[in-house]
T-cell receptor, first 112, second 114 residues
Framework: AQSVTQPDIHITVSEGASLELRCNYS??????LFWYVQSPGQGLQLLLKYFSGDTLVQGIKGFEAEFKRSQSSFNLRKPSVHWSDAAEYFC??????????FGAGTRLFVKA | EAQVTQNPRYLITVTGKKLTVTCSQN?????MSWYRQDPGLGLRQIYYSMNVEVTDKGDVPEGYKVSRKEKRNFPLILESPSPNQTSLYFC?????????????FGSGTQLSVL
């Protein structure tokens, strides 16, 4: 069955520290992978996406993600977190059949 | 400005009282979809529409209805709301619904059913 797992419900990092949010997927074919961010009181906004080619993709707001087929992972990273990055982050797979499957989300807290 | 507009942002109602949450997009997208977001469960698809007059069930359609009479509008109808439908609801759209398209989301509707 197609699924997306985000193992961490919440993560706390200090401002200026690096960040890695984990995402594992289960999908039979080559996946279309997305990371979305949800700021408080707002809808989801696309951070970045992977379809094919270079396995390291760059997104907005200084985020990047690396696709690792052997590990079925698509982890999101940022070298230096800012207080404004506090939000909930969702990993998703474009599964075809008019479906996008979302993970449960990881809430990021940023300490001053 | 390209956007998906949902109304209302917040809604409190009582069990059994019919309600409608509206969704409108101004991007001429063929595909629209409704999700509910619950803690620990992420976003789950309720219904989606591939075009005018074409709709289909998502993963959690029970207790919900939709219609797509115009391309821009995709209202979500709860004919007899129950407390287990208390949730945060999002409408989303994309050009055709293809797997490689990003979704454009509304700002959400927080529904409480007492």
């Amino acid at each position: 069955a197609q699924s997306v797992t985000q193992p961490d419900i919440h993560i706390t990092v200090s401002e200026g520290a690096s960040l890695e949010l984990r995402c594992n997927y289960s999908y039979g074919a080559t996946p279309y992978l997305f990371w979305y961010v949800q700021s408080p009181g707002q809808g989801l906004q696309l951070l970045l996406k992977y379809f094919s080619g270079d396995t390291l993709v760059q997104g907005i707001k200084g985020f990047e993600a690396e696709f690792k087929r052997s590990q079925s992972s698509f982890n999101l990273r940022k070298p230096s977190v800012h207080w404004s990055d506090a939000a909930e982050y969702f990993c998703a797979v474009g599964a075809g059949g008019f479906k996008t499957i979302f993970g449960a989300g990881t809430r990021l807290f940023v300490k001053a | 400005e390209a956007q998906v507009t949902q109304n209302p942002r917040y809604l409190i109602t009582v069990t059994g009282k019919k309600l409608t949450v509206t969704c409108s997009q101004n991007m001429n997208h063929e595909y629209m979809s409704w999700y509910r977001q619950d803690p620990g469960l992420g976003l789950r698809q309720i219904y989606y529409s591939m075009n005018v007059e074409v709709t289909d069930k998502g993963d959690v359609p029970e207790g919900y209805k939709v219609s797509r009479k115009e391309k821009r509008n995709f209202p979500l109808i709860l004919e007899s709301p129950s407390p287990n439908q208390t949730s945060l609801y999002f409408c989303a759209s994309s050009p055709t619904g293809a797997a490689n398209e990003k979704l454009f989301f509304g700002s959400g509707t927080q529904l409480s059913v007492l």
